[in-house]
């Protein structure tokens, strides 16, 4: 408890007028749009996330790194690039993912980009599958300024964590989490914030009480349980848990399966934040996997006259008309009213 406090105060002390008034922009163009039908000019982005690479060593079923499944470029972000657009949007920008697709730490400066990042009063975050977290590694992470890491443990045991975590080793996790615990000893870091991040799929939903003794043994600050996105759910899949608390789908009548959403005609996230590809490309949504939607592209174009371009207040328009029509929208989770 005291672990998410600290973390709370870590993020309200990354604040800052300039931050501040934004943020309060944002919410207020987004209500106003959201009665009136009418897209008020949004402020920046409260947060965003940026691609470090596409590139991973895990194979996960559901995931289009895993599977390889790209039609998009794929590639590392490029330092200057990821500077460019840092200066930016830095006196405005809240919070920053070092992730969309991909493992991060696979690509060579990801950490030299977070303490860039971070020395500019930016909240820092990345969710990686911690297979490279040796000790020198681990030391950095807590020297970068990271203030929060995501592990993601799929499983407390070797053969429940490899059937969702195809190619995945356990054992190494663990040592990394080790690692990163000892270090913030070592340095007397408060940070990163560590956060076990459980993706609840049936074939390890048992073992849910698991992951958080795991964790209080390991010292770990906080356990996410996460719901699991399925892409082919109208027929099941095996994949989906049987307790329906932890699934984005429910069984309908007919025997086919939809997601608890009513898919409602506003999304926050279009006022608030946005994706930006390893190789500048602008996405409204996380959901964009294949990016699909690319509202500009930061090779060609400043982050403003994209944000605040004609495509992109059209796309917000689009979806106060018809938000069930956009293909990406379709899987999506924003707005449900469920556990999540």
Same mark, same amino acid.
């Given at each position: 408890?005291?672990?998410?406090?600290?973390?709370?105060?870590?993020?309200?002390?990354?604040?800052?007028?300039?931050?501040?008034?934004?943020?309060?922009?944002?919410?207020?163009? !987004?209500?106003?749009?959201?009665?009136?039908?009418?897209?008020?000019?949004?402020?920046? &982005?409260?947060?965003?996330?940026?691609?470090?690479?596409?590139?991973?060593?895990?194979?996960?079923?559901?995931?289009?790194?895993?599977?390889?499944?790209?039609?998009?470029?794929?590639?590392?972000?490029?330092?200057?690039?990821?500077?460019?657009?840092?200066?930016?949007?830095?006196?405005?920008?809240?919070?920053?993912?070092?992730?969309?697709?991909?493992?991060?730490?696979?690509?060579?400066?990801?950490? &030299?980009?977070?303490?860039?990042?971070?020395?500019?009063?930016?909240?820092?975050?990345?969710?990686?599958?911690?297979?490279?977290?040796?000790? *020198?590694?681990?030391?950095?992470?807590?020297?970068?300024?990271?203030?929060?890491?995501?592990?993601?443990?799929?499983?407390?045991?070797? /053969?429940? #964590?490899?059937?969702?975590?195809?190619?995945?080793?356990?054992?190494?996790?663990?040592?990394?989490?080790?690692?990163?615990?000892?270090?913030?000893?070592?340095?007397?870091?408060?940070? &990163?914030?560590?956060?076990?991040?459980?993706?609840?799929?049936? &074939?390890? *939903?048992?073992?849910?009480?698991?992951?958080?003794?795991?964790?209080? +043994?390991?010292?770990?600050? +906080?356990?996410?349980?996460?719901?699991?996105?399925?892409? /082919? !759910?109208?027929?099941?899949?095996?994949?989906?848990?049987?307790? /329906?608390?932890?699934?984005?789908?429910?069984?309908?009548?007919?025997?086919?399966?939809?997601?608890?959403?009513?898919? +409602?005609?506003?999304?926050?996230?279009?006022?608030?934040?946005?994706?930006?590809?390893?190789?500048?490309?602008?996405?409204?949504?996380?959901? /964009?996997?294949?990016?699909?939607?690319?509202?500009?592209?930061?090779?060609?174009?400043?982050? *403003?006259?994209?944000?605040?371009?004609?495509? #992109?207040?059209?796309?917000?328009?689009?979806?106060?008309?018809?938000?069930?029509?956009?293909?990406?929208?379709?899987?999506?989770?924003?707005?449900?009213?469920?556990?999540?």
């Amino acid at each position: 408890m005291f672990s998410l406090l600290k973390d709370k105060l870590n993020i309200i002390g990354r604040t800052s007028l300039s931050r501040t008034l934004n943020a309060l922009s944002g919410f207020v163009s !987004y209500q106003v749009s959201k009665k009136s039908k009418y897209i008020k000019r949004p402020g920046l &982005p409260i947060s965003i996330s940026i691609e470090p690479t596409t590139s991973c060593n895990l194979r996960c079923p559901e995931c289009p790194s895993g599977l390889r499944s790209f039609t998009r470029p794929t590639g590392m972000l490029q330092q200057d690039l990821f500077k460019n657009v840092i200066d930016q949007l830095a006196p405005t920008l809240s919070y920053l993912t070092f992730y969309f697709q991909g493992e991060p730490y696979l690509h060579p400066q990801f950490l &030299p980009m977070v303490k860039y990042a971070s020395d500019k009063g930016i909240y820092t975050a990345t969710s990686t599958n911690a297979h490279y977290l040796k000790d *020198e590694a681990a030391q950095q992470t807590v020297e970068s300024g990271l203030d929060r890491l995501i592990i993601s443990i799929d499983g407390t045991s070797q /053969d429940t #964590y490899q059937s969702y975590r195809v190619g995945g080793d356990l054992s190494k996790v663990i040592e990394g989490t080790k690692n990163i615990i000892a270090w913030k000893r070592k340095l007397k870091s408060k940070t &990163p914030h560590v956060i076990f991040q459980f993706l609840v799929v049936k &074939p390890n *939903e048992h073992q849910i009480p698991e992951v958080y003794k795991l964790a209080k +043994e390991l010292g770990v600050d +906080e356990v996410k349980l996460k719901t699991a996105q399925i892409y /082919d !759910y109208e027929n099941g899949s095996e994949l989906i848990p049987t307790q /329906d608390k932890y699934s984005r789908y429910k069984l309908n009548a007919s025997g086919k399966y939809s997601i608890k959403n009513s898919l +409602e005609n506003n999304c926050w996230k279009m006022w608030q934040s946005c994706v930006i590809t390893w190789d500048g490309k602008v996405l409204p949504c996380c959901f /964009d996997k294949d990016a699909q939607y690319v509202m500009g592209d930061l090779t060609k174009n400043s982050f *403003e006259e994209i944000w605040f371009g004609e495509k #992109y207040q059209q796309f917000r328009n689009t979806l106060f008309k018809s938000r069930s029509e956009i293909e990406m929208c379709k899987n999506c989770t924003e707005g449900t009213k469920v556990w999540a």
